[in-house]
């Protein structure tokens, strides 16, 4: 992922080109029909370890106020003085960890990590300034890297790869601590035998072992 483009601007703008609609039915969901949709589930949005899978992300409308829901709940405890530093960049983590998006079209798919990933920062940036860990930058692009999937939600195959299955990675901090576990589930089972509320109901196909948060784009988790 470049982490150093700037994401697109925040125009209202639901189509790219009568082109793309036709050839994908690519049309952007308004702002307001994003909020007034999420609404729908606001305690959830606001939760920061609740999950959401957007299935046709596109750029990330959806992604973007889920994030921004998420990290004013993390900037209010700061302001609060329930979180020192770590706790925020260790629950902001969390918070980009627990969004998944799978999207057709690898410009929308690749968009949709540059806003996430720029947002991020620019919270950070804005709350610790010049204590602002590297690490803390690098571990939220790597979970971006791997759970904005440029993959067909029908199919269930990469785009990239059509010849692999699309695989999300769940991503669990062990009790009250600073370690993250990482458990791969091939999404066609989701899909297929997911129970209740919970995506990740099936059987891991992969597990990895633990790893302290800010050192989730180590080797130790690299294949």
């Known amino acids: 992922m470049d982490v ?95 969004i998944y998006g799978i999207e057709l079209l690898p410009d929308n798919a690749e968009a949709c990590r ?19 860990k590297p690490a803390c930058r690098e571990a939220v692009a790597y979970l971006l890297e791997r759970n904005i999937i440029m993959g067909d939600a029908l199919t269930y195959r990469r785009v990239d790869n059509p010849d692999e299955w699309i695989v999300v990675s769940e991503w669990s901090f062990i009790g009250d601590g600073n370690k993250v576990v990482r458990r791969d589930y091939s999404f066609s089972y989701l899909v297929a035998t997911g129970q209740g509320n919970d995506l990740f109901s099936d059987t891991p196909c992969d597990t990895f072992p633990p790893v302290y948060f800010l050192n989730l784009n180590s080797q130790t988790y690299h294949e």
């Open 114 to 132: 540059q806003r996430l990933y720029a947002y991020f920062c620019e919270q950070y940036e804005r709350l610790f300034g010049s204590e602002c």
């Open 4 to 98: 150093g483009l700037m994401p697109p601007p925040k125009a209202e703008r639901q189509i790219k080109s009568k082109e793309r609609v036709s050839k994908h039915g690519e049309v952007f969901t308004a702002e307001r029909e994003v909020n007034a949709m999420l609404d729908l589930v606001k305690q959830e949005t606001e939760r920061i370890e609740s999950r959401f899978l957007e299935p046709a992300c596109g750029d990330g409308n959806f992604l973007i106020e889920i994030l921004r829901r998420k990290l004013a709940i993390c900037e209010e405890r700061v302001h609060k003085r329930q979180y020192t530093q770590l706790q925020y960049e260790k629950n902001a983590v969390w918070a980009v960890s627990s």
